[in-house]
């Protein structure tokens, strides 16, 4: 299927949403064996997952629907921000979502996983998604609000130039990050040994006085 079209689509029409597994009782981390799940604290708020580091627990056997893996996009519906995440191909073994995380899967030829993910997180998606926020201390979105919430749709080659661009120039803003960081360490460093040196003049002038 080729889509050349760029217009609003609203995100039940270009991937199939699903909701995480629903645990009952409290989680244990499996001893040995068991799965690799995906919780609300895998993903960063920069909108990566933090997938070499996902706990395994004992679940027993679970529908497909539940699984997740490269090609998938993960979308935290409480706490906020209400960020998604496209899974890389980091991750090697398909993981379980848990519940309050939702997963979409992007219909093929028609939206990428990574694209979608960047759209989401996206202002103009972002404040679709407090208009339809639910709560006050502890926000949430549901699963209706989240299907209807529009994004553009571009080409997918579009799609990927937009994804290479949007990792640049957040590597670029993490470098400035960086870059600040160290200036103002060094700085600190200057006049420390200013203040250092200005006092120890001081006592050797008192010294000899």
Request: hydrophobic residues 40%; glycine residues 8%; aromatic residues 4%.
């Amino acid at each position: 299927m080729t889509h050349t079209a760029d217009y609003a689509m609203r995100l039940q029409d270009i991937c199939q949403l699903q909701t995480g597994y629903t645990v009952r009782g409290r989680l244990e981390p499996a001893r040995e064996g068991g799965q690799p799940c995906v919780q609300l604290r895998d993903l960063l708020e920069g909108g990566s997952l933090d997938a070499g580091n996902l706990q395994r627990f004992d679940l027993g056997p679970l529908s497909d629907r539940y699984a997740v893996g490269p090609g998938d996009v993960i979308f935290k519906s409480r706490g906020q921000p209400n960020i998604a995440c496209a899974v890389s191909a980091d991750m090697v073994e398909p993981a379980i979502a848990l519940l309050p995380l939702f997963i979409l899967r992007p219909k093929p030829g028609l939206v990428s996983a990574e694209y979608l993910a960047w759209a989401i997180n996206q202002a103009d998606a972002q404040r679709q998604l407090d208009a339809e926020a639910q709560g006050t201390s502890l926000r949430m979105i549901s699963k209706t609000s989240l299907e209807n919430i529009e994004v553009s749709v571009p080409d997918l080659k579009t799609q990927a130039l937009i994804v290479q661009v949007g990792r640049l120039a957040a590597r670029e803003t993490s470098l400035l990050h960086e870059l600040a960081d160290k200036r103002h360490t060094l700085s600190s460093i200057i006049l420390a040994d200013l203040a250092n040196a200005a006092r120890g003049g001081a006592q050797l002038k008192g010294a000899h006085q």
